[in-house]
């Protein structure tokens, strides 16, 4: 009968950790929530920590105190992580994907759900460490992949307009010069969006000269933010001189041979 | 030591029905990982089960056959769910969203993870019976709980653009007329953006006089796809008309008045 209970347990637990990864779910949660005393939750936990780090599924992290708790945090590492960036990459080569004027078509994977929450995982997993308060992105593309870092950190979501509604209330607009196309761009986010003195984690998909990210920190400086890190799935490899001199790419794009059906991508850091 | 790998097999399972809702994983993929046999995973399977109904998490469902497998099924009914609703009802109703024009801001909301997951299982369970082969929306607002839905179904989202990009190759486009601003408008998908013969769930934040939904409705024509339903965040009471005659919503907006500073809205079908 005891078993059972463990059993039944470590299910609802693992169903609520994967369910919301990034949050702190305090001890009492599951004590009151099971009849359950705090040595059998802690238990339960260390059980299921060993059974997340030894499948490579991630791990559970505690923080001690009154705000703390307990969290999932998926993986962003370790072999099942490579064998799905490998085989995205893989997928990325295909030159059925290459569209005129020598773009890439990837707008699939960035809504397919399974694909995307991992991608999501693994960037969160980059900038655990900046603590970043919120995740930010320009429509239309990144919302996806942005979304699902948000989710794997417990964060908010802010989106950045192009194209500003009415409905949103009062904005504030920044203007900018797209380093790839030299034209003027705007961006904007409503005055509510989000309070001063917090710290952003910028999320697209793709990166060519950083424009777009360098306006993104010129907009979180109006909202007194700071912009802690930018992460991308894949940036281009030229220009080698980005607007913005930090980020992380999952991949690096070294070119696309329109005439002969090419693409060339790899991991970034990562020799083929 | 068998209890213990029962435990961890237990673990890593709701991991990976919970990271992938809607996915059916077959018997073999779980025997395979754990070096388990058929009977014992077979038990695990109906300890679960029981674990999730037994919590109101939802469920597992079990199909026989090849193709078949478990898939889990987030809660979309239930205690949890009518807290969680009944919740998110009060937070609507804050005056300080009517924005000028009796609009409400829920953008906050639209992007909180946690908040918009749950949104998102929710609509999911609504239309399982309809069983769609994708998920559908138009930019920009509704995206984060159309993805969310996906999510909760394990299929693709399809994301119709105001504006289309030269980098999405060819595309089609269709124009309509907007119900509540009677003014034409027009959305755009890739043509490869779907193989003909699809059933298509569109998902929404919003819907007033359904103009953009009757939009996707033909966009999907231009696909050789079927619009199978239609499922909102919030739809208003009035129009009551609406240019689709089936549709989905969690709330309804019955008025806003900005003079009194007062939002009328509640659960679609449950009184207040």
Redesign the interface.
């Known amino acids: 009968m005891d ?2 209970k ?3 347990r ?3 637990m ?2 609520a950790f ?3 990864p990034g ?1 702190y779910f305090s001890l009492n949660e599951f004590t009151d ?1 099971f009849g359950a005393a705090k040595s059998s939750v802690s238990e339960d936990i260390s ?2 920590r ?3 780090t ?2 490579g ?2 791990t559970l992290t505690t923080v001690v105190g009154a705000a703390g708790g307990v969290k999932y945090v ?1 993986a962003s590492a370790g072999e099942p992580v490579d064998t799905f960036l490998d085989s995205l990459g893989e997928t990325l080569l295909d030159p059925s994907r290459i ?3 020598g ?1 890439l ?1 990837m ?2 994977i960035l ?4 694909a ?2 991992r991608i999501g995982d693994i960037l969160a997993g980059r900038f655990l460490e900046k603590e970043p308060d919120f995740v930010v992105t320009v ?2 593309k990144g ?2 992949v942005a ?2 870092t ?2 794997a950190l ?6 950045a ?3 500003i509604k ?4 009062s904005v504030v607009t920044i203007n900018y010069v797209s380093a790839s196309s030299r034209s003027m761009q705007a961006m904007s986010l ?1 005055k ?2 989000m309070p001063p003195g917090k710290r952003a984690l910028m999320v697209d998909d793709f990166m060519k000269g950083g424009g777009t990210a360098n306006g993104v920190r010129q907009l979180m400086a109006e909202f007194g933010a700071s912009l802690v890190g930018v992460g991308v799935l894949i940036a281009t490899d030229q220009p080698r001189e980005k607007k913005v001199q930090e980020y992380t790419s999952l991949f690096t794009l070294y070119g696309v041979d329109e005439a002969a059906g090419q693409v060339e991508l790899g991991r970034t850091g990562i020799k083929k």
């Open positions: 078993k059972i463990r059993n039944e470590i299910a609802a693992m169903q994967a369910s919301r949050h929530r059980l299921l060993g059974a997340l030894g499948f599924l991630g998926p569209l005129p004027g773009f078509y707008t699939d809504c397919r759900p399974d995307v929450g429509e239309t919302i996806p979304m699902m948000a989710r417990d964060r908010p979501l802010v989106i307009r192009r194209d009415s409905m949103e209330g409503p509510r969006a």
